[in-house]
C-alpha cells in the first residue's frame, strides 16, 4: 500500500554504542521534516517513571522531540492515521511485537526509521533487534571506535567500579551505576563471575 504517493519501508540503523546511531536517526528525521513529511518520533524505555516528552539528541547539542513508549503496543496506539514517517530510537528494549507493528505501518505505506544497539554486553543479539534486520529494506551498521586500540569497535562493554562486568548480570541494568565503553572484538571482555574478574585493560597493557 502508499501512503500519500509512496511505498512504505523498514530501516534499521544499528551498531555498537557511541557509533553515532542517533546522529543519523536525526539526521534523517530532520530531512523528511525537511522535505514537509509528517514525522513521529518515539523514544523506547524501560523506566517509564518519568513519562512527559523526551528528547533524542546527537553530539552536537541539537535535539528533537521523542514521546516515550515503553511497549509496541504504545507505538501503534500513538501513530497518527496521517503519519509519513516513524521513527523509534533505542528499539533494543522493545519487546517482539515491534516486529508486526513496523510490517504493519510499512504495509500501509509509511516509511518506518527504528534505531537501536544489536548486541547486549555480552556480545549477544539484543531484543527484537535480529528480526527487525530480517524484515528491514535498508540496514546500517555503525561503528565507534574502541577506546583501548583505535580499532573500529563493535561491541558494547560493560563496567563496575571500572572493571569489566560478569556475564551472568542483567541484559538491562534500570539506573544502575554500570558505564559503558565502545572496544572491538580483542578488548571487549566478559569475565563469568566476580571471582573470575580480569584485571583493568590499563593495568594489563600498560
Ligand atoms: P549512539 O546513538 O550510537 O550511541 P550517538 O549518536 O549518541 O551514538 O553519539 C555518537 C558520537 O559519540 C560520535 O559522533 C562521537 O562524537 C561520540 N563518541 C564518544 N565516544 C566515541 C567512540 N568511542 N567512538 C566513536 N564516537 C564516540
Redesign the pocket.
Known sequence: MVRDGREGSIEVIT?????????ELLRRVRRAMIARRTVQVFKSQLDDRYGGIQTIS??DGREIEARPVSSSRDVAEFVDSDTEVVAVDEVQFMDSGILEVANDLANQGVRVIV?GTDMDFRGLPFGPIGSLLAIAEKIDK?H??C?VCGDL?TRNQRLIDGRPAPAEGPTIQVGGLESY??RCRAHHLVPSSLDDQMPLISDREG
Open positions: 551498531g555498537v554504542m557511541f557509533s553515532g546511531k542517533s546522529e546527537s553530539h534505531s555503525l565507534a571506535i577506546v569497535a565503553e565502545a
